[in-house]
């Protein structure tokens, strides 16, 4: 993407590239990050000084034939929602090294196009490679194209299947969180807004990390949140549905191709669309959004009624024949996806 610290230009066309983007204009925004890269190149900084968040790894050398560092210098949810990318590199490329945040080496390590997967740490890794990038300059230095860019099918799979008491007969599972990292509060919501989704047939678990975890009890949430996040993703393929702010675990239930729907704030990240409920990056994501100048009760309260929907759907789809594989559309038009009636074996 392009650079906005220290760059006159970079709001501007942080601007334009994401307009491009949520427009699904690949092209477009591939050309403004020529742009910024060409800029970046005749001022020559040095690589691999600053925080890591910030530097710009990538200045575009050629990846074909080559062995490939990748390295994963943002947040878990960038990691996780980029590594679709390792594919289409590795098909160019001779070799693909992810090195990642330590949690997530056993999910990366299973995923198409990485060779080897290696933790993340202060130091060089202990890899020899040709030539480096960061996660997130993958599509740009590939030229990633719609096709690339839509998930098709699930590309995470969990080393370990879920707890097969999570899901109680008869009843719908919804899997919860409500609170994100501290470095971008606006995302996260009151637990209370939740306490609405307890409806007759429905069972809310929490997912929740962290100090907020102790208030899953205040909306009849039974905890099965877990650190390790290997785990974490069997548990949520175990789920029916997710209901979730814009998070790692979000990218990570939609990844493993779960029902999963994103709560945004008004002011959405650029990767979501800022109106509409759908999304390219994850078919079976659901987005919800928050109006400007409001509260979280308004956008609960249509989070509320499509649970209504969905859960009255899911009843008769349940009913029904057998269910195709998780990784069918979600919810449109009162239409219930399939998926969401899937039994606990065909879900992993």
Same mark, same amino acid.
């Given at each position: +993407? ?8 970079? @709001? ?11 427009? @699904? ?17 005749? *001022? ?9 968040? #910030?530097?710009?790894?990538? !200045? ?10 990748? !390295?994963?210098?943002?947040?878990? @949810? ?16 001779? *070799? ?39 996660? +997130?300059?993958?599509?740009? /230095? ?8 839509? +998930? ?34 606006? *995302? ?14 429905? #069972?809310?678990?929490?997912? #929740? ?38 998070? +790692? ?16 704030? /008004? ?8 109106? @509409? ?8 994501? *659901? ?30 789809? !349940? /009913? ?29």
């Amino acid at each position: +993407m392009p650079q906005t610290a220290a760059d006159p230009d970079g @709001g501007r066309e942080m601007e334009e590239w994401t307009a491009a983007l949520r427009a @699904g204009d690949f092209g477009r925004a591939w050309a403004i990050s020529d742009v910024s890269l060409a800029r970046l190149r005749r *001022r020559s900084p040095a690589k691999h000084e600053g925080p890591r968040h #910030q530097q710009r790894i990538w !200045r575009g050398e050629a990846l074909g034939g080559r062995t490939v560092l990748v !390295r994963c210098y943002h947040g878990l @949810g960038d990691t996780i929602q980029f590594i679709r990318f390792a594919r289409p590199l590795r098909a160019i490329a001779r *070799r693909v090294v992810v090195w990642c945040q330590g949690e997530l080496v056993s999910l990366i390590s299973g995923v198409a196009g990485v060779d080897l997967a290696l933790p993340l740490h202060d130091g060089v890794p202990e890899v020899g490679f040709d030539v480096d990038i960061e996660i +997130m300059e993958i599509p740009h /230095a590939i030229r990633a194209t719609r096709d690339q860019v839509t +998930m098709r099918h699930p590309y995470l799979q969990p080393p370990t299947p879920g707890p097969q008491n999570v899901r109680q007969a008869g009843r719908l599972s919804i899997g919860l969180v409500w609170q994100t990292s501290a470095w971008d509060v606006r *995302r996260s919501f009151p637990v209370h807004e939740l306490r609405p989704l307890a409806l007759p047939g429905a #069972q809310l678990y929490s997912l #929740q990390i962290g100090e907020a975890a102790q208030d899953a009890g205040s909306i009849g949430a039974i905890d099965i949140s877990v650190p390790d996040l290997a785990r974490l993703a069997g548990r949520l393929r175990a789920l029916d549905l997710v209901i979730c702010p814009d998070t +790692m675990v979000a990218h990570l239930a939609a990844a493993l191709g779960c029902q999963t729907w994103i709560v945004l704030p /008004a002011d959405c990240d650029w990767r979501w669309p800022d109106r @509409g409920s759908r999304t390219l990056w994850y078919p079976t994501v *659901r987005l919800f959004h928050q109006e400007p100048d409001s509260n979280w009760h308004g956008v609960f309260e249509e989070v509320g009624q499509a649970l209504a929907s969905y859960l009255k759907r899911w009843r008769s789809v !349940r /009913a029904g024949p057998a269910l195709p594989p998780p990784s069918s559309p979600v919810e449109r038009d009162g239409e219930m996806p399939a998926a969401a009636g899937a039994s606990a074996d065909s879900r992993g």
